[in-house]
């Protein structure tokens, strides 16, 4: 009803084969939405699509590219690929590699990525954050390949991040605070039907038959310091020259003495691996680490398990 939604300028291509048969049919062009035809290089949402069906393979493929930039207030990239061939299905809706983000103001940055097929990227390892506090070798929940490429399951991931890092300066001093905090999901859902169950159990699974896999992680950390220069009593030299004869003569003075001294710093972590509903069940880990001006410091990590774990069986 309005070119303000979205209006764009897409090229219809179709080439056929010497014998006269179709070889392709594609379309492709650029995109612009919230603005209007006139606004086009300055519309806070632009793009570009290319849709082939290649007749002689059986391939159909489209991609879609969109780039966002709200006045600089909210910036992100996307994509979209949807990929039919023989033996060969997805729809991915970003990737794990190259997950569709979202930025507001450059303070807080979303991620996220949607698919489903039979050629999907495995999950990424959690972020380095993760890693590091948990100081071992996390890891995302495994995927259920062969669900995924019946159709009878998808996999998405999000993540939120936040962080800054400023200083403050007066005459002879600045006060740096540092934080970063993080937070996301690597889950697949598979519908087992609605007679899943447990195995070695006559238990059902899931909400109609659709249970949640996956991983869940968090952390937080920050830190302050204090940085400068302080005047300290001390020895200064000038040189003193008497009949030719020249020497350092000491002489008390003050000089500026550079100091960082931490305020403290700490940082905490939490994975989770788990699956539900029916069953609920959680495994996990946790650690975090403090230390307030050198005095009170220490360090604490442990694993738990919650509710019971078991192996799904499809049954319809």
């Known amino acids: 009803p309005s070119e303000v939604t979205i209006n764009g300028d897409v090229v219809l291509e179709i080439a056929f084969t010497s014998s006269g048969g179709l070889s392709f049919v594609k379309l492709a062009g650029d995109v612009y939405c919230m603005s209007k035809t006139s606004e086009r290089p300055t519309a806070p949402v632009k793009g570009d699509i290319v849709m082939l069906y290649d007749n002689e393979n059986k391939v159909f493929d ?37 997950r569709n983000t979202i930025s507001i103001l450059n303070l807080v940055s979303a991620t996220s990525y949607f698919m489903v097929g039979n050629e999907i990227e495995l999950a990424s390892a959690p972020p380095h954050e993760i890693q590091n506090i948990l100081n071992q070798g996390a890891s995302l929940a495994p995927r259920d390949n062969g669900a995924l490429s019946t159709g009878s399951g998808f996999c998405a991931g999000a993540a939120l991040n936040s962080n800054f890092d400023k200083q403050i300066g007066f005459n002879d001093f600045s006060i740096h605070a540092a934080y970063s905090f993080g937070l996301g999901f690597d889950m697949m859902m598979i519908n087992y039907g609605k007679n899943g169950y447990c195995s070695g159990t006559n238990d059902k699974i899931g909400m109609n038959g659709w249970l949640a896999e996956g991983s869940m992680y968090l952390w937080m950390s920050g830190s302050l310091d204090i940085r400068g ?84 069986v499809k049954s319809l």
Do not use: R
């Not at 930039?69 to 299905?89: C, D, M, Q, R």
């Not at 350092?248 to 905490?268: R, W």
């Not at 001006?293 to 774990?309: E, P, Q, V």
């Open 62 to 98: 489209a991609n879609a590219n969109i780039k966002i930039n709200a006045y600089s207030v909210v910036t992100g990239l996307g994509t979209v690929k949807f990929h039919i061939e023989p033996g060969i299905w997805y729809l991915a809706v970003g990737k794990p590699s190259s």
């Open 229 to 312: 220069n302080i005047p300290v009593p001390s020895i200064c030299y000038e040189q003193v020259c008497v009949l030719g004869v020249c020497g350092d003569v000491p002489y008390p003075c003050m000089a500026n003495k550079e100091f960082n001294q931490p305020i403290f710093t700490a940082a905490v972590a939490a994975m989770v691996k788990g699956k539900l509903p029916k069953p609920i069940y959680f495994s996990g880990d946790f650690a975090c680490y403090y230390d307030v001006m050198g005095i009170l410091k220490g360090n604490y990590s442990f694993h738990y398990d919650y509710g019971k774990n078991c192996t799904p």
